[in-house]
Each structure stands twice: as C-alpha cells, then as structure tokens.
C-alpha cells in the first residue's frame, strides 16, 4: 500500500458513518419519546383543567412543565437530527468519490470456486 491509497480514510469514513448513524437513531427515539411526553401532558393538562380523577394543582403544573419539556427536547433533537442527516451526506459523498478514484480492475479470468 502506498501513502497515496485511499482505502484507510474509506475505512475511516465508513467508521464515522456508522457513527453518525447511531447518532441519528438515538435522535429518533428521544425525538419519539418527546412526542410521547407531549401528548401525555397535554391529555393530563386536560384532565386537571375538566377536574376528572381529583388532578389538582400539582397536576396542572407537572403537566405544563411535561409538555414544556417535551417541546425543547423536541426541537432539539430535530435541530442534531438535521445536522446528522447533512453530516452523512457529505461523508458518503467523500466515500464515493474517494471509492471513485480508486483504480479498480475487473478481473475475468479467475477461477471459479467449486462449491
């Protein structure tokens, strides 16, 4: 291998990818669970304000404080959902174009493996 070769920093690249990839998943499911939390102190906010099941005060700002948070939490991961999403895309554009400029040869005359 020379230093010219390209196939450590495409190994490199696929690594980071990867990377990335688990950091966008992890960005999904809490983007999920801020949905979650949303809609259930929203439903909470609800049932204090119709004053069913005896909610009281407490209730009414413990839900507030759920849907709050979940709209930060919400945004957030959105906002580092995005900026993974873009981050891949370079990646895999720089992959491509290394994988590009590798001079790769087609070989037609090798044997055939017996199975």
Known sequence: MTEDDPTDEISDIEARIEAL???AERC???IL???IAIGGGAALL????FGLFGAGQTAALGSI???LGGIVSLGSNISTLRQTDEAISVAEARRSA????IDLRVVADAPM???
């Open 21 to 23: 990839a688990e950091i």
């Open 98 to 101: 290394l994988i590009g400029s």
């Open 46 to 49: 609800l049932i204090t304000i």
């Open 28 to 30: 999904r499911k809490y």
């Open 33 to 35: 669970a801020s949905k």
């Open 113 to 115: 493996k017996l199975v």
């Open 65 to 67: 404080a759920l849907v």
